[in-house]
């Protein structure tokens, strides 16, 4: 037994590994929850199987800690049904270990802005059904924290990259068809301004919330690298692939067309509005508080470019 605060994450994806990674290494001790053990998990990480729909199940798993981090996500189709009740039971059993609840959020929530940059202070103005799914999720655990029956703290993030993230729009139909030499694809306009998150600065931002109390009760934008174009992307892609880095479009209407026989192709161009205006996250907030930058955008898109080389087949 420790006396250590315990810092349990929820997921093991993309996103949730590396964060048990950050917490490790910033000497805490960490316990990684999800239904099977995920490939590089720190040795030092107390893993636990659990299905944390199961009210029993989530308190069990996030008993005796001091911060739980909500990484969790549903399958893409099925938001509006799956995801609200796995938030529920979450905020059920961090309720119940009465610890901080750091939730980690996309940008649904603000909906189409006509290329305004995204701040905390917006409002919650969805119009997509994951959109308003996202809002309603929100304004449940802003409730909660109101009421005073919940501690919690919100990380935003946009569309996100970097090593072991396939799932994505800079996932492997980009970094690995380059890597391979294919074409890369692409919805939208590729020559708008748009936020890449990168993952392990998602992590640390995360990690930060999760650990300073000047975090509670407010909405952060997670630190990522600077934001240029997509073309831009492709442009240091290219650098580092070594070749030029060809693009296939996919247009939105082609892609509306697609949805009405293929469900995910139909999820995906309800959200395609991000990539046919520039989509902008403003982090300052977040920096002027901690003092925190994210990794520069060459670094970071070297860093996936290996990984992909050399790990990408183990996943």
Known sequence: MTDTPLHVVLGTGQVGLALTERLTALGLHVRAVSRGRAAGLPDSVDWRSADLTDTEAARDAVKGASVVYQCLNVPYTRWPELFPPLQAAVVDAVQHAEALLVSLENVYGYGPLAGRPMTEDLPLAAT??????????????????????????????????????????????????????????????????????????????????????????????????ETVTTRAVFDLLATDVRHEVKVRNVAPLMLRAMGLVNPMMRELAEMSYEFDQPFVLDTSKYENTFGAMGTPLATAVADTVAWYRTDASQV
Request: net charge positive.
């Open 128 to 225: 997509t059904t994951k959109g308003q799914v996202r809002v309603a999720m929100t304004r449940d655990l802003q409730a909660a924290y109101d009421a005073g029956l919940l501690r919690m703290t919100i990380g935003r993030a946009s569309d996100f990259f970097g090593p072991r993230v396939t799932e994505s729009t800079l996932g492997s139909r980009v970094f690995a068809h380059a890597v391979e030499g294919k074409r890369v694809d692409f919805i939208g306009n590729p020559t708008l301004l748009h936020t890449y998150s990168y993952v392990p600065d998602m992590a640390a931002g995360l990690a930060t919330l999760g650990t300073d109390e000047r975090s509670v009760g407010q909405v952060w934008h997670l630190p990522g690298p």
